[in-house]
């Protein structure tokens, strides 16, 4: 096919997708309510802010120990096999050992309380978030702006420990410093599952709009990967006279338009991205392949979350199999090959280890995935958020070793004011947590041009 007949198909396909977007179909935003997510019916609710201190009591870590230490009955892995078939067994014992033997929680839960902890109630909920504020003497130098910080499965707010120390530091060449807002989603960590059906992004997005308003802040950033990147989109195109700014580590956009262009870049890649990052989204053919392989888990928490989760609550080595395999993965898809699964390159057993004592010592795992449910239903789905334009001035840091890269001119069919779309030159899905200094970069970078505006 030569160059203008190409040219010509790919320019006239656009064009329809464009005229089928925005004038055969109009969507309009949706008015989400408040809802009441504990049991029974509404009950009027104390909304004071109250510090919050984590402490896991001796019983909870008295079980752990006694269920790590009895005999664990594990498959061996397939001779030369790393990751390939999931978490490989070898390499779990070594993490068995070391949680029995050498890793200490009153140490990290000693570490995690030096940032500041809070829990109030909403929807009859009560959600836990860390608020970190600068110096009083950078508040009083800089001007302060408030960043709401959303992580995602199976991560947790420990994600932005890394982060937040340099989020909330005097950074040379900036007149702004942040005030963070991190919290746990519903149904994750210390934060309350809903004991009703319904609670999916679209109704977190309006909890944490609520947490921000409560808090006093009448305009806010918003930062997030994985669940926090939908969460965030949500919240922007639902309360665009709020989100002042919105930014991204994980880019998922599946608009008519977007979902188009992406099959018909397959033709001409380099019309879409440099030609030297063509291979992180075509061709199509492996990229889906990959994503096939690495989102079986995606279904059976879409559809029976309390299922796996019966057996993921009942077993600390089953629960850290099932949330460290993505650790692996998703920081680097070809660890896959090495036994280790390439864990320790980027986190110490600590830190991994940290994040899934969240999920055991609070047994939030079932109300987590609950979150994938709630995300495919029909109700979800009605909101039609994807195709409804984001407007919000929003900024995009993409990370290679992510699932899926969506090149910047497709990301415009739904985020319309993309100001800033820069791929890293390292890193993967948990962007924060991995590399939590480029990232802040990003976000420097991208708020200092928002505020220009």
Avoid at 210 to 239: C, E, H, P
Wanted: aromatic share 12%.
């Amino acid at each position: 096919m030569g160059f203008l007949r190409k040219l010509l198909l790919i320019k006239s396909a656009i064009t329809v997708v464009f005229i089928a977007r925005y004038l055969l179909k109009n969507p309009v935003i949706p008015q989400l309510k408040d809802q009441w997510w504990a049991d029974g019916s509404p009950k009027v609710q104390d909304e004071k802010i109250t510090p919050f201190k984590i402490k896991v009591s001796d019983e909870v870590l008295i079980d752990l120990n006694e269920r790590l230490f009895k005999s664990t009955r594990m498959v061996p892995a397939l001779e030369g096999i790393g990751f390939q078939y999931g978490f490989n067994a070898e390499f779990l014992k070594t993490v068995q050992q070391y949680w029995m033997n050498k890793y200490n929680w009153k140490e990290q839960e000693a570490f995690l309380n030096t940032f500041a902890h809070f829990k109030t109630n909403i929807g009859g909920l009560g959600i836990h978030f860390i608020h970190a504020k600068p110096s009083k003497e950078l508040m009083k130098n800089k001007k302060v702006l408030p960043l709401l910080l959303l992580h995602g499965w199976p991560g947790s707010f420990i994600e932005f420990t890394k982060i937040i120390p340099l989020l909330t530091r005097e950074t040379e060449g900036y007149d702004f410093v942040f005030e963070l807002v991190v919290p746990s989603l519903p149904g994750y960590g210390f934060s309350d599952p809903a004991r009703k059906p319904g609670l999916g992004p679209a109704e977190m997005g309006l909890i944490f709009d609520r947490l921000m308003k409560r808090l006093l802040y009448d305009k806010y950033y918003v930062q997030g990967g994985d669940w926090g990147s939908l969460i965030g989109s949500n919240m922007a195109t639902l309360f665009p006279d709020r989100v002042k700014g919105l930014h991204l580590n994980m880019v998922a956009v599946s608009t008519i338009g977007s979902n188009v262009g992406l099959m018909l870049g397959s033709l001409w890649p380099s019309l879409l991205m440099p030609a030297d990052k063509v291979h992180l989204t075509y061709p199509l053919s492996s990229k889906f392949l990959h994503i096939i392989q690495e989102t079986g888990y995606f279904h059976i928490q879409a559809t029976k979350p309390d299922t796996v989760g019966m057996a993921l609550s009942d077993s600390p080595i089953g629960l850290a199999a099932y949330i460290l395999e993505k650790f692996s993965t998703w920081t680097k898809a070809s660890s896959t090959k090495l036994q280790d699964g390439g864990l320790l390159q980027k986190f110490t057993m600590d830190e991994l280890l940290n994040n899934v004592m969240i999920y055991w010592t609070t047994n939030s795992i079932t109300t987590s995935m609950r979150l994938y449910s709630e995300a495919m239903s029909a109700k979800t789905f009605g909101y039609d958020l994807d195709n409804i334009a984001c407007v919000v001035p929003t900024g995009a840091a993409v990370f290679p070793e992510e699932l899926f890269v969506q090149p910047a001119p497709l990301v415009k069919f739904k985020f319309t004011n993309l100001i800033t779309y820069n791929i890293m030159d390292r890193g993967g899905h948990f962007a924060a947590y991995e590399e939590p200094q480029l990232l802040a970069d990003e976000v420097l970078q991208f708020v200092q041009q928002v505020e220009k505006l």
